[in-house]
DNA sequence: CGTCTTTTTGAATACTGTCAATTTAAGTGG
DNA sequence: CCACTTAAATTGACAGTATTCAAAAAGACG
């Protein structure tokens, strides 16, 4: 496994969505000032007492190139990761050699909870793009949480919110056609941009058709017919990796298309 | 939401499956002598000095008749549960009214983690037979685990299981066919029931096959189907929910189908 | 013993995957 | 800076698998 440069910088723990008022904790340490997070950080109450500490080995930046992996599959968990900056994918590789992508990254979000359960990563997280991360020791956010109460309950909820979010994934991928699968895909794209101030209708993703279809659970030639179709349809404007909805509601009906058969 | 009788009844919590020699906690009381899963609570050492706490609300056994449930989505969340006796399934149902399963429970494993993201559960949990759950209050649960790091560790290992199973399952999903998601479903099954100490080879499967069809993203008639092609096949005997697999090695190998295919 | 649920099986349809060819963009090196 | 190479995306034709619709058989339950 790469060494992390440690850079003594901080890393906050944060809801990956603006939930409903669910509590938040972070750790904020005097070198906080660049913290785009830093908001977050009044409630646990860390920096004060544990700022020491939380300097040493807590934190450390990684740079990731487009392309590169943060860390693979099988490799030894030590460090959650929060996204600084750039667009990051994890993806799982079956028994049998196929790799599947089961996440994209964003801003803000939290990397690295799967590899909890057996001390070692179960997926492999590859930058889409040049990309920064914070790397937080588990060892020492768990010892920390041991302390503080509201960082536990972040760290529960964070873990939760992944299997909520997976639980979501599977419906999709068990019941829905591609057109479905590809209009909740987009406009689920467009909430996260909006919740980090870009815009939600005029877009540019990072990632190729080949990994939207992994993700989907379609072919890269699916995605793509689908992409021209929904442009045919005249719900959004597509040219090459860059997206403008024109018809919002409509693309939400196409999600929700099976709203309609049910009801016979 | 329905009231739990608190009957002081222990509850153990434990891995899921019995991993690599990952850590086990658990809360033993007084009242531990009937827990069939006393064997784990010696590390956490949490019986001795938190005893009384933990037999307060700690704890509470539920009984659900089959078809019924034991909780449902949207109702709030407060309790952790453990499968004491019989089978439960997880449903989830989508903005358009479509229900899903998304996962089988058997004894000894632990219900409700998703419900910790919200505050409120995320699915439903229905008995397939008359069932007994151990109720284990989240805050108290939480509360005792900023004294017992062991404890804190394991409920996390427990979530971040909880989200690797859901990757696999979406790597299923999306990648395989009929006959390999069955194939695979059947093997997981069997090794589930060996691992608590039935055959597993022959057993007795306590779901119908839309709860299977909708668990593997296939309709019932695909799943019925696919039964009788493995019985054709001479893999196993199908009678009605009576499974006897006489060919453990063909049926691993149909679940590993795509290795072939991938060579070419 | 009758009703309701579950399961099985058939036939036709529909959707997505596969294979293949082309176009377009991006990255590399002279 | 342009030619060249490689990667990504689009589109078509066809095949294959699973779904849908439909009917019948077999259990389960009161």
Redesign the interface.
């Known amino acids: 496994m790469t060494a992390l440069e440690v850079l003594a910088q901080p890393i906050t723990v944060m809801p990956a969505r603006s939930?409903?008022g669910?509590a938040v904790a972070c750790v904020s340490t005097s070198h906080c000032t660049h913290c785009h997070l830093r908001q977050w950080c009044a409630p646990s109450g860390i920096a004060s007492t544990d700022g020491d500490r939380a300097d040493s080995l807590m934190f450390g930046r990684r740079r990731v190139r487009a392309g590169q992996r943060l860390y693979r599959e099988g490799e030894p968990f030590k460090y959650l990761y929060e996204v600084r900056s750039g667009n990051l994918k994890s993806s799982?590789t079956?028994?049998?050699?196929?790799a599947?992508v089961?996440a994209f990254h964003m801003t803000g979000e939290l990397i690295g909870?799967?590899?909890?359960?057996?001390?070692q990563h179960?997926?492999s997280v590859t930058a889409l793009e040049d990309a920064e991360v914070c790397a937080v020791s588990y060892a020492l956010l768990?010892?920390l949480?041991?302390?503080h109460?509201q960082l536990?309950?972040t760290?529960?909820?964070h873990?939760?919110?992944?299997?909520?979010r997976?639980?979501?994934?599977?419906?999709l991928?068990?019941?829905m056609t591609a057109e479905e699968r590809l209009a909740t895909f987009l406009l689920s794209l467009s909430q996260r941009l909006a919740a980090r101030g870009y815009s939600s209708s005029d877009f540019h993703m990072r990632m190729t058709r080949a990994d939207i279809g992994?993700y989907?659970?379609l072919t890269l030639e699916t995605v793509s017919r689908t992409f021209s179709a929904f442009q045919k349809l005249r719900l959004l404007e597509v040219d090459q990796r860059h997206i403008r909805i024109t018809d919002l509601g409509g693309l939400t009906r196409v999600g929700?298309q099976?709203?309609h058969k049910?009801l016979h």
Chains 1, 2 share one sequence.
Do not use: F, Y
Not at 113 to 119: N, S
Not at 159 to 164: D, F, K, L, P, Q
Not at 166 to 171: A, G, K, N, P, Q
């Open positions: 939930g409903a669910a799982l079956t028994a049998q050699g196929l599947r089961s909870l799967d590899g909890v359960a057996e001390g179960a997926s768990t010892e949480a041991l302390s109460a536990q309950q760290l529960m909820q873990m939760s919110r992944e299997i909520v997976e639980l979501r994934m599977l419906v991928l068990g019941n992994s989907l659970g929700d099976r709203a049910e």
